[in-house]
């Protein structure tokens, strides 16, 4: 049923304005044709009357930053980590992004797309409607290419938004560990072409002992010519200037931003380029997090996302990432729900979504609770009573 007539709602956040006393939602096939107050709203006839008793409603979490296609296990890394190991020493034994490349490059296509869609199931139950999700598990032409169509085939059947990103420039392989330029040739003139029609967007890990500010701008001229917008990681473990670049070349996104600056934070904003914060990451890394506040009061769009890996953030639902939000980077309850929605729309070009507007698909979140504020207050409950996607319930 995508005709709804919702009502009862306790507290409605639109993200376009502030909240109507007493508010209904009207959903006409999958489309929202009206929010407001029940003053004002069109006749029932013909809707199903969706009663929330006194719930929030919100939109739909637009999950902006995933790893969600890959095979193996990295749970170990976990504990030794906890024992006193860095990411980076883990990655020089042969740990890490590498590790979890040797398990996909080995498992099949079917495998992969049944692994990721439980994981995009669980995130669906907690309210995210738009999940991006990021090649790289791969390395390789063939590799990249399998996972770019699962996570193509996880939109086309299963009720959720995916938007899809090329990132062949994730690690150097081992196989090319001594011919570093040897593989950015070969992402440049064989794996960009070649995934462009799968792609959405391209992003690079621009982090020392990875991709060079210069590598990564290489890349991403390639992309554009193939019309490939840019993502960056950048910031993560060190400083390297990948912000800088990124709002030199106008990127959609800068992603991660631990060791952003003051000064990168007014170049992002005057260029426009999105923040993608993934607090899940320094949490299990157990570093320090980004400003959230700075960055925000910088004039920067925020987004919140859970950076969902198999190394250093396997977190699939949006609640305890809003609640980090909160808690460790200074955002409001407000703040916080809207770089969960709309941020994360706004990252992905995606105009008419994380907002509860006419016009806009019909992609809410019911919750079991009154005010958004339970989420980062209760992060460890299952607030969710009913997702909707395109106005049909799940």
């Known amino acids: 049923m995508s005709d709804l007539f919702i009502t009862g709602i306790g507290h409605l956040t639109t993200n376009v304005g502030d909240p109507d006393a007493d508010a209904v939602v009207v959903v006409d096939d999958g489309i929202i044709t009206y929010a407001g107050s029940m003053a ?223 000064d990168d934070a007014a170049a992002l904003a005057g260029a426009g380029v999105t923040c993608v914060l993934v607090p899940g990451a320094a949490y299990t890394l157990g570093t320090p997090q980004p400003s959230g506040r700075m960055l925000w009061d910088a004039g920067c769009t925020v987004v919140l996302a859970t950076d969902c890996n198999p190394g250093t953030s396997y977190i699939e639902t949006m609640g305890l990432v809003i609640s980090l939000g909160v808690v460790q980077m200074g955002l409001t309850v407000e703040e916080a729900i809207w770089a969960a929605t709309r941020g994360g729309a706004l990252s992905l070009g995606l105009e008419d979504r994380g907002q509860i507007k006419e016009g806009s698909p019909a992609d809410l979140v019911i919750l079991d609770a009154p005010s958004p504020a339970h989420i980062p207050y209760r992060p460890a409950s299952d607030l969710l009573s009913e997702t909707i996607k395109d106005g049909q319930i799940l």
């Open 40 to 262: 004002d709203a069109p006749d029932q006839e013909g809707r199903k009357r969706l009663d929330v008793s006194g719930n929030a409603v919100i939109p739909g979490f637009v999950d902006a930053h995933t790893h969600l296609v890959f095979a193996g296990d990295r749970s170990d890394e976990f504990a030794r980590r906890l024992a006193g190991e860095s990411y980076s020493d883990i990655a020089a034994s042969g740990g890490g992004i590498l590790s979890t490349v040797e398990a996909t490059r080995s498992a099949s296509e079917e495998t992969l797309f049944d692994l990721a869609a439980q994981r995009v199931w669980t995130m669906i139950r907690g309210g995210t409607t738009t999940v991006e999700i990021k090649s790289g598990y791969g390395l390789d032409l063939e590799t990249e290419l399998r996972l770019l169509r699962v996570a193509r085939r996880i939109g086309d059947e299963l009720p959720v938004t995916i938007r899809t990103t090329f990132l062949g420039a994730h690690s150097v392989p081992r196989e090319y560990r001594s011919d570093r330029d040897g593989y950015v040739e070969l992402v440049i003139n064989e794996m960009l072409p070649a995934t462009a029609d799968l792609a959405d967007f391209c992003d690079v890990f621009v982090e020392d002992g990875v991709f060079s500010v210069d590598e990564a701008r290489a890349i991403f001229e390639a992309a554009k010519a193939l019309g490939l917008p840019a993502r960056v990681h950048v910031e993560q473990l060190s400083h390297l200037g990948g912000a800088a670049l990124a709002a030199e070349i106008g990127a959609l996104s800068a992603d991660h931003l631990d060791h952003v600056t003051p």
